[in-house]
């Protein structure tokens, strides 16, 4: 089992979270804290495999709490789950080693994919003494590190139509994307199409009346 401790200040939106993780059997609720220094000192005690942390605590930020484990070299992954959609803050999140990012609010899908995404990694790395290229490189992709894409797709291109769409407070369209990134509109789409097929994204389809229907995309 993968215990799982949550920081998360707001109680509906912890018991969601809580109600999420009990769907998903391979995964053990072990704990919860509203405060980031009391957060820190649990997962200190229980030592959790994964914790589901908050950006916006209190007393200290989600970055705080991170770092603080960090340089105590607790032995935990982490999952940032918050409201925070801008460039610099994900960036931040990223280079201290979170496994992902969930931007609230997100369906349960969303959150299974990122938990299954981590037992997969968590039973490789428990389960062998050694590890291959291919193993390896499947953890750089949720690290949020360069990806083997499909030919004339750039790692450089996908992470900034990536960033600009994290940056959107509702679904969006291709065209009013590639307007917002500066991007020809049959590039975008091109990547966009990709970041569906690899369920990174998903998108909705409405259709009209008349002509085509519209594909609106989301995180």
């Known amino acids: ?18 109600g999420f993780l009990k ?3 391979f995964f053990q609720f072990c704990g919860s ?8 000192k649990k997962i200190q005690e229980l030592k959790p495999d994964l914790v589901l942390l908050d950006m916006f605590l209190p007393d200290l930020s989600g970055l705080d709490v991170m770092k603080s484990i960090r340089e105590q070299e607790i032995p935990t992954d982490v999952i940032m789950i918050t409201a925070a959609r801008d460039a610099q803050t994900i960036q931040d999140v990223l280079r201290l080693g979170a496994v992902d990012y969930l931007v609230k609010p997100f369906r349960f899908n969303r959150f299974k994919s990122a938990l299954d995404a981590y037992e997969k990694m968590w039973n490789k790395l428990n389960a062998k003494p050694s590890l ?32 600009v769409l994290m940056e959107q407070t509702e679904p969006v369209t291709a065209e009013s994307l590639a307007s917002s990134s500066g991007m020809a509109r049959v590039t975008v789409r091109r990547y966009l199409e990709y970041l569906v097929q690899s369920n ?12 085509r229907p519209s594909h609106y995309y989301y995180i």
Do not use: C, H
């Not at 089992?1 to 809580?18: S, T, W």
């Not at 804290?33 to 820190?40: C, Q």
């Not at 990174?200 to 002509?211: D, E, L, M, P, Q």
């Open 1 to 18: 089992m993968i215990k799982v401790f949550i920081v998360e200040d707001d109680p509906m939106v912890l018991d969601v979270n809580i």
């Open 23 to 25: 769907r998903l059997p």
């Open 33 to 40: 804290a509203t405060l980031g220094v009391e957060a820190v």
């Open 132 to 163: 291959k290229q291919e193993d390896i490189d499947e953890f750089k992709q949720m690290q949020g590190q360069e990806e083997y894409l499909p030919k004339g797709l750039s790692d450089k291109t996908l992470k900034q139509i990536l960033l």
């Open 200 to 211: 990174k994204i998903r998108v909705n389809i409405k259709y009209g009346s008349v002509g």
